[in-house]
C-alpha cells in the first residue's frame, strides 16, 4: 500500500492565507516537541480554537492565531479558551508588534516553515474533568479527520 505525503486538506473560508502559513509553522514547534496537534477544534463552550496541541504528558495548549493588530482588536474571543488548556498563547509574525498581547498568555513568532516561542505561558492545569473531556473531544475528532482521509463520503462533522 502507497502512502502520499502531500494531503491537500480542504479550506473552510475562515483563515486568511497568512493565518494558515502561521498555523503551519506553529504545528512543526508542537510536533517536535512531541505534541499531538488539531487545527480548529471546537470546545464544549462552542468556540472554535485555532490551535490544539496535546503534550506528552496529557497537556493541553491552546494557540489563537493573530495575523494582524486589526484581527488581534476585533476578536476578543480567546479570554473563553483558558478553562479549556493548561496554557495558552497568542502567535503571530514578525510585521505584528508584541506589546500588543496581553502578559497573560505566552507569545509564539512564526512563519509557515517553523516558530519559536518568544514568552512562555504560565501554567493553570485543567481539573481532572475538563482534561478527561478535552481528551475524548480530542481524540475523537482527531480519529475522524482521519477517517475522512480514507472515507470522504462518510458524512463526519465535527462533533
Known amino acids: 500500500m502507497v502512502y502520499s505525503a502531500a494531503i491537500a486538506f480542504p479550506r473552510d473560508g475562515r483563515q486568511s492565507d497568512t493565518a494558515l502559513a502561521l498555523q503551519r509553522g506553529i504545528g512543526r514547534l508542537f510536533r517536535a516537541r512531541g505534541h499531538a ?3 480548529e477544534l471546537v470546545l464544549a463552550s462552542g468556540r ?34 483558558a478553562p479549556y488548556c493548561d496554557r495558552l498563547y497568542f502567535a503571530s509574525h514578525a510585521g505584528v508588534p508584541s506589546e500588543i498581547f496581553p502578559l497573560e ?8 516553515y517553523g516558530a519559536e516561542i518568544m514568552r512562555e505561558s504560565p501554567a493553570t492545569p485543567l481539573t481532572a474533568a475538563r482534561r478527561k473531556a478535552m481528551m475524548i473531544q480530542f481524540g475523537k475528532v482527531a480519529a475522524h479527520r482521519l477517517h475522512g482521509l480514507f472515507d470522504p463520503e462518510a458524512g463526519f462533522s465535527e462533533i
Do not use: H, M, N, Q
Not at 496535546?54 to 482588536?73: A, C, H, N, W, Y
Open 105 to 112: 498568555a505566552g507569545l509564539i513568532l512564526a512563519d509557515a
Open 37 to 39: 496537534v488539531l487545527s
Open 48 to 81: 472554535r480554537a485555532d490551535i490544539v496541541a496535546l503534550g506528552p504528558g496529557g497537556e493541553f495548549t491552546i494557540v489563537e492565531i493573530k495575523s494582524s493588530i486589526e484581527d488581534f482588536r476585533a476578536d476578543r474571543k480567546w479570554f473563553d479558551y
